[in-house]
Every structure is written in C-alpha cells, then in structure tokens.
C-alpha cells in the first residue's frame, strides 16, 4: 500500500470591486482592488489586460496599485499571488 500526500492548491484570488473604476489612459491612477484570497508575498501582481503591475497588499481584501499607461477601452482586472497564475474576473478598469 502506497500512501502519498498532495498539498491543497491554495485558493485563487478573486477581485471583487476596482475603485476607481475608470481613470485617464495616460496612467498613474493610485487604485484600491477589493477582493479576497490575496497574499501578502513577492508574487502579488495585478494585471489590466496584458499588462502587469506590481501590487501592495494592504490589508485582508484589500490591494492597492497604480494604473500602467494603456490605450483606451476597458480592461479585466484580475490579481495573481504567484506572479504566474491569474485569477478568473468579472472586474474591469475602463482607461478614458
């Protein structure tokens, strides 16, 4: 009988609310991503799109970031704790 042992993968995070939800395409809006599963770690980025920011966790549910210079249009917003696996999102950041 072999036994083995396979660690849980950790919950994804989830972004529940970008406040605020739209900001100039030229960038450099400081903005509040409300959510939950998020972790306090190196790998903590967000992502607009295609592009990728980083994040600063600020407390449980709460990240804080700055908006990349973008073309216009609306973006997912969606938030990683590894740097590599991006959650699923039903938030977007509309670039004006």
Sequence with gaps: LKLTTTAAAPT???VTEVLPPSGPCTGGT??????????????LKVRFGDMVVPATFH????????TPSRNRGRAPVSVTNDGVNFCETQSYF???
């Design 30 to 43: 400081r903005i509040v991503i409300l959510g939950s599963n998020f972790i306090n770690c190196p790998g």
């Design 12 to 14: 994804p995070p989830v």
């Design 94 to 96: 509309l670039f004006e």
């Design 59 to 66: 407390e449980q549910g709460t990240l804080i970031c700055v």
